[in-house]
């Protein structure tokens, strides 16, 4: 197998795409064995780039791996990796905030990726939404947006995707990684971040979290009765109906807090949806 180094001294890591290749083999291998067991997975990278990652990942009986790459210059060197493999390497040349990937192969499915930091949160927020179809995500970010993921309330770092993410996952920090670790280095210290499915989960719908929590935080530093005013014109009454403060500030509110909000706001929404049914339904007096 062509020495790492070599592969990545061929390529030059472009900006637009936000690539910083993975060179320290010990941290590849520390990764990849922060994702075992993957004896019967599909195990999907995401931007394997020169297949640092990959190099380890296929040391492991996997069922199946599937590999997206979206720079076309790295698809030939990823290529000879499926001589190393016993098992099924699929290789797509694609933009993964493009694809279904929680319907690719069979479960149960792992995510393990260094991924490009202009799109980490994005893609995360994909994957959250059909966050039961897989089994873990290890993904790396940068240290800051690692550290929204698993702030918790009464803090400056907890906000929306806190919420959303610890709403639908299990997620702990692994470890940090200095610049050095990457060529080239990046500007910011990057940390390895696992997901897993969350059980049991408040019955709440994406869209709900979503709207409730951005009417929140949009003033994070107002009272709740004033910051929901984007959301409802009775915010008071919207508050009472969830048992909460309504001097309380979003950044206070726990997941379950949150949740509670959004079932009062859905079951507002029902109940004006009825309102209206029956007005349309009166006879009108003559």
Not at 66 to 88: A, S, T, V
Not at 108 to 121: D, F, Q
Not at 189 to 213: C, D, G, I, K, Y
Request: aromatic share 6%; with cysteine; charged share 25%.
């Amino acid at each position: 197998m062509e020495p790492l180094k070599e592969v990545i001294s061929t390529l030059r890591a472009k900006r637009s795409l936000g690539q910083n290749f993975l060179i320290d083999p010990h941290i590849l291998k520390r990764i990849v064995q922060s994702a075992t067991p993957l004896e019967d997975c599909t195990v999907i990278e995401v931007g394997p780039g020169p297949g640092g990652l990959t190099r380890e990942i296929i040391k492991h009986p996997a069922k199946e791996i599937i590999l997206i790459e979206q720079d076309g210059r790295c698809i030939p060197n990823l290529e000879k990796l499926r001589g190393y493999f016993k098992g099924n390497i699929t290789l797509l040349n694609a933009d993964a905030l493009t694809l279904p990937l929680h319907t690719f192969g069979n479960a149960p499915r792992k995510i393990i990726a260094n991924l490009p930091y202009n799109i980490s949160t994005p893609l995360l927020l994909q994957w959250l939404k059909h966050m039961d179809d897989f089994e873990s995500l290890t993904l790396m970010f940068q240290k800051e947006v690692a550290a929204r993921l698993v702030a918790s309330p009464h803090s400056s770092a907890y906000g929306r995707l806190s919420v959303i993410c610890q709403w639908k996952a299990n997620v702990r920090k692994l470890f940090n990684l200095s610049p050095g670790a990457f060529l080239p280095p990046p500007k910011v210290t990057s940390t390895l971040v696992q997901l897993t499915p969350r059980f049991p989960r408040e019955n709440v719908s994406w869209n709900a979290l979503e709207m409730v929590t951005k009417a929140a935080f949009s003033q994070r530093r107002k009272m709740l009765r004033s910051s929901l005013k984007g959301l409802t014109t009775e915010p008071q009454h919207l508050l009472e109906q969830a048992h909460l403060n309504p001097e309380n500030r979003a950044e206070n509110l726990s997941v379950q807090e949150f949740c509670a909000l959004c079932a009062a706001w859905e079951n507002s929404l029902k109940e004006e949806s009825k309102l209206h049914s029956l007005k349309k339904e009166r006879p009108q007096v003559k």
